[in-house]
């Protein structure tokens, strides 16, 4: 309200708060940059249409015409199979006309800016980005240079958010689970580089969740993680007791500045879940991991492919829920 | 408006009628979220149908998604058969525009390739833009332009007559 007495352009700008940029003046959702701040109401919207996407599978043709002559781009400056196939396979499944561009093969690697990719790509018409990006932010960068009309997704960007996986992990526990306000969930590994984890929380907050932890050695936690209102243990016996899901993390290696860890085998026989461990959670807890697993390294095989295990269910929701998210920011009505 | 349990009898007796002249024993019935499923159901009942029924939501065919946005609450269709070579009786509420037995054909084709869709509907009325014509039709009302007719229920089942503020 205050902000009204002065001219817009002459607001000292902290950086837009997320919620500005993704959502429209109604509250609906205009781009997906992260989990923060969005409200529960928003997110239960969001798992809810995943739902209904969710039951397509036994049809015959496995899609709808929902985002028939919209045409999304897939702009990934970073290595990706399962969240861009994933992505993909969204985006036509809704009708939509896909264009994958990575980065290796692009003229980026010319030395073409972000911007101007952007510009050229827009100049061809698309409706939506979806877009990875190594750098934290790059998505609200294009969401804040995007021409009106036209969405972004974040597929991940650095250390920052991927919402989509976090909100396809919320799914896939609500499935499983229901209500969350009764339900431990402990996310083990790597949180220091994990954008996953960091929205895993904000999500796991936002839903309520009756307890969240973090288990991880000390040099794989970032600084005041506690800040985010999660119980931290370093110890895998102690973080998994009575846990009704737990969510191991792959170990980053490939952003790895320091030496974090003395060895992988050792980080296994301290962080690594296997069967016998498995037991100190509750008998039905379930097992997740965004993907892709190192097996023997943060995960044995036998739990990964064992009795308790979603993985591979994870990866099908994530179809949904990124369907979801995609007829979302295309439906907003134009105010 | 008329009374739903009159309507509903004389859709039996038409359904009786369009089936045994074609030699069809049991169609599968397919109802239409919301209005339509409740007549589906009452409509099944009153011919004693026993094979399980198909419900449609067709909000993901709808051609109005770029204009009004995604549909809240956007229930699972669910058809417990296969429909290959199937004879469908599909009912909805009521026939206005076509538009929506339109997104439903589209959907239902979506699932395989029925042998034949017949359509059933509880009223009718004018302002047809599709070539949709309903088979089995409860009654035919007259409305005037900025007037809606609406199935409440599931329990009891009623019509209303809505009077819309804007004309659309």
């Given amino acids: 309200m205050i902000a009204a007495a002065y001219p817009a352009r002459q607001l000292p700008q902290p950086g837009p708060l997320p919620n500005d940029l993704q959502l429209t003046s109604t509250g609906q959702l205009r781009h997906l940059l992260t989990v923060e701040g969005l409200s529960r109401e928003l997110v239960?919207?969001?798992?809810?249409?995943?739902?209904?996407?969710?039951?397509?599978?036994?049809?015959?043709?496995?899609?709808?015409?929902?985002?028939?002559?919209?045409?999304?781009?897939?702009?990934?400056?970073?290595?990706?199979?399962?969240?861009?196939?994933?992505?993909?396979?969204?985006?036509?499944?809704?009708?939509?006309?896909?264009?994958?561009?990575?980065?290796?093969?692009?003229?980026?690697?010319?030395?073409?800016?972000?911007?101007?990719?952007?510009?050229?790509?827009?100049?061809?018409?698309?409706?939506?980005?979806?877009?990875?990006?190594?750098?934290?932010?790059?998505?609200?960068?294009?969401?804040?240079?995007?021409?009106?009309?036209?969405?972004?997704?974040?597929?991940?960007?650095?250390?920052?958010?991927?919402?989509?996986?976090?909100?396809?992990?919320?799914?896939?526990?609500?499935?499983?689970?229901?209500?969350?306000?009764?339900?431990?969930?402990?996310?083990?590994?790597?949180?220091?580089?994990?954008?996953?984890?960091?929205?895993?929380?904000?999500?796991?907050?936002?839903?309520?969740?009756?307890?969240?932890?973090?288990?991880?050695p000390h040099s794989l936690l970032p600084a005041h993680v506690e800040d985010l209102g999660v119980h931290v243990f370093h110890n895998l016996e102690q973080g998994l007791r009575d846990i009704d899901v737990v969510i191991m993390l792959r170990l980053q290696r490939e952003r790895m500045e320091h030496a974090h860890l003395p060895s992988e085998h050792e980080y296994f026989q301290l962080f690594g879940l296997t069967q016998r461990r498995l037991l100190a959670a509750k008998p039905d807890c379930l097992v997740m991991h965004p993907g892709p697993a190192n097996r023997g390294v943060e995960i044995d095989s036998a739990v990964a492919d064992g009795a308790q295990s979603v993985i591979l269910q994870q990866v099908t929701f994530g179809i949904a829920v990124r369907m979801a998210v995609m007829s979302m920011v295309m439906g907003v009505r134009s105010a | 408006m008329p009374e739903i349990a009159s309507l509903l009898d004389s859709m039996a007796e038409q359904t009786r009628r369009h089936f045994e002249q074609r030699g069809i024993e049991q169609p599968i019935v397919v109802g239409i979220h919301s209005g339509g499923v409740w007549i589906a159901d009452a409509l099944r009942e009153r011919m004693g149908y026993t094979r399980p029924m198909g419900k449609l939501d067709i909000s993901f065919y709808r051609d109005d998604f770029s204009r009004i946005g995604m549909h809240p609450q956007v229930r699972p269709s669910e058809l417990p058969e296969e429909l290959d070579n199937e004879h469908i009786l599909l009912v909805d509420d009521v026939l206005f525009t076509g538009?929506?037995?339109?997104?439903?054909?589209?959907?239902?084709?979506?699932?395989?390739?029925?042998?034949?869709?017949?359509?059933?509907?509880?009223?009718?009325?004018?302002?047809?833009?599709?070539?949709?014509?309903?088979?089995?039709?409860?009654?035919?009302?007259?409305?005037?332009?900025?007037?809606?007719?609406?199935?409440?229920?599931?329990d009891p089942l009623r019509l209303e007559r809505v009077q819309l503020e804007d004309g659309r």
């Fill in chain 1, 44 to 216: 239960t919207e969001i798992l809810d249409n995943a739902e209904s996407f969710a039951n397509m599978n036994e049809k015959a043709v496995k899609k709808v015409p929902l985002l028939r002559g919209k045409t999304i781009v897939n702009l990934f400056f970073e290595a990706s199979t399962r969240t861009r196939t994933t992505f993909e396979l969204a985006a036509k499944r809704l009708s939509a006309d896909v264009l994958n561009i990575n980065v290796s093969t692009s003229s980026a690697t010319k030395g073409e800016s972000l911007l101007d990719t952007l510009r050229n790509l827009e100049a061809m018409n698309v409706d939506m980005f979806v877009v990875r990006h190594q750098q934290s932010g790059a998505a609200h960068f294009m969401a804040r240079h995007v021409e009106p009309g036209i969405s972004v997704l974040n597929a991940g960007d650095g250390r920052h958010a991927h919402p989509t996986q976090a909100l396809l992990d919320m799914f896939t526990i609500r499935r499983f689970k229901g209500d969350f306000t009764r339900l431990k969930i402990a996310i083990v590994g790597d949180i220091l580089h994990s954008r996953v984890a960091r929205s895993q929380i904000h999500a796991l907050n936002i839903l309520q969740a009756g307890e969240v932890r973090v288990v991880a």
């Fill in chain 2, 99 to 154: 538009r929506t037995i339109r997104a439903a054909l589209n959907e239902l084709f979506d699932y395989g390739r029925p042998a034949s869709v017949t359509l059933a509907v509880l009223v009718e009325r004018d302002g047809r833009e599709l070539p949709v014509e309903a088979a089995i039709v409860g009654a035919h009302l007259e409305l005037g332009a900025g007037e809606q007719v609406k199935l409440r229920g599931p």
